[in-house]
């Protein structure tokens, strides 16, 4: 018993501690080099799937025609997977003027609305559909900065690279009001980038940034209808493919925390769910002489999926043992004090949330009275 405890200790130490130092000392050392980025302004479709998102839908198109590059290469497609809000009328105005080109013009914008089969089936739709051979997908909630699809797609330079992510920017992290759900999230998100950062250096990144990537599309292969991490799957299949997925800091996306706690563990069980199925969908991710990016890929995405089952060990292992040692005895009630005020929490956390609510609904009322 004592060997799988400390076996499950050790496991849980390589993947928080010893894999970031492993990776530290390897990227130091590794000699390869992205070639020079030069002025590589390629023409651009930009994918974006959305769902019922007509609130969301002009702030983000405004903010991709303010993009700083030329209108001429690029076009915007939007794919509405089977809305039922106001979508097609907010973005009628867009695909009207693309329409009608004239110098200095907007650049196209397309709509395409198909039934309600999923993300991945609406961004297989736009990538059928775009007329370039460099493919930027996007989401409808965050942001771009300015410069953000040029220094992206520069990457491109480099025949070895097939994809590129861009940087995440959280609000939390740019000094905004943080929300109930950002304590630690900065940390744990900076953590994360520093990951990428690193393992781009060494080869490639193991996924991307689901809120601003880019792929050749000789990279690209029709997405399974149902799934949930396309920047993780996407990517990968690019890597086993033989090309490079690189980090590209410079390339800047904004976006906001999860409003609170149950958010955020929403987020973070559909991640899980995610990398358990595109282990399904990929199998040879687990081949060491397919996968070139094994050691990075079993440290980093299977040893987080390891994790929760190694702490779990690690509390029933240490409350056996803690009749024959005074040091099991604390290692079990350190997890039992962890357990227990991060359940407090979440019950003070949902709790403020219903207050709010409840107070919501009953200002609303008062309103509806008057």
């Known amino acids: 018993m004592e060997a799988v405890f400390w076996g499950a200790f050790g496991l849980v130490l390589y993947v928080y501690a010893g894999y970031p130092l492993v990776l530290a000392m390897w990227a130091r050392m590794a000699t390869r080099q992205r070639q020079s980025r030069g002025d590589h302004v390629p023409p651009v479709s930009v994918v974006m799937a959305a769902r019922n998102e007509a609130a969301r839908l002009p702030g983000r198109i405004e903010n991709l025609l303010a993009l700083d590059y030329p209108f001429d290469l690029l076009e915007i497609i939007v794919v509405s997977d089977g809305s039922t809000d106001q979508t097609a009328r907010v973005v009628a105005p867009y695909t009207a003027a693309a329409a009608q080109p004239r110098p200095g013009a907007a650049p196209c914008v397309r709509l395409i609305e198909t039934g309600p089969h999923g993300k991945a089936a609406a961004l297989n739709t736009g990538v059928a559909a775009a007329r370039h051979e460099t493919i930027l997908f996007a989401d409808a909630r965050q942001r771009f900065a300015p410069d953000a699809v040029r220094e992206l797609v520069a990457n491109f330079a480099d025949p070895a690279v097939g994809a590129v992510s861009g940087e995440l920017v959280l609000d939390c992290e740019a000094g905004a009001s943080p929300s109930s759900a950002s304590d630690g999230v900065e940390a744990y998100w900076r953590y994360e980038k520093w990951l990428r950062a690193q393992e781009s250096a060494i080869d490639s990144m193991l996924g991307a940034t689901g809120a601003i990537y880019a792929m050749r599309r000789a990279c690209w ?96 292992a240490g409350m056996m043992l803690a009749m024959s040692s005074t040091l099991y005895l604390v290692f079990a009630a350190i997890q039992l004090a962890f357990y227990g005020l991060a359940g407090y929490g979440a019950f003070l956390e949902h709790r403020s949330n219903r207050r709010a609510r409840s107070s919501m609904r009953r200002a609303g009322r008062k309103a509806v009275n008057a």
Do not use: C
């Not at 999860?258 to 559909?270: F, G, I, L």
């Open 221 to 316: 292969r029709p997405l399974p209808e149902g799934t949930i991490l396309d920047d993780v799957l996407a990517p990968m299949r690019a890597v086993l493919a033989g090309w490079r997925v690189v980090f590209e800091p410079r390339a800047r996306a904004f976006d906001e925390i999860a409003p609170d706690v149950a958010a955020e563990s929403r987020r973070k069980r559909r991640t899980l769910a995610g990398n358990y199925q595109v282990l399904a969908l990929e199998p040879s991710l687990l081949v060491p002489g397919r996968n070139r990016v094994w050691l990075q890929y079993v440290s980093h995405k299977l040893g987080r999926l390891a994790v929760p089952w190694a702490l779990l060990v690690l509390l029933v």
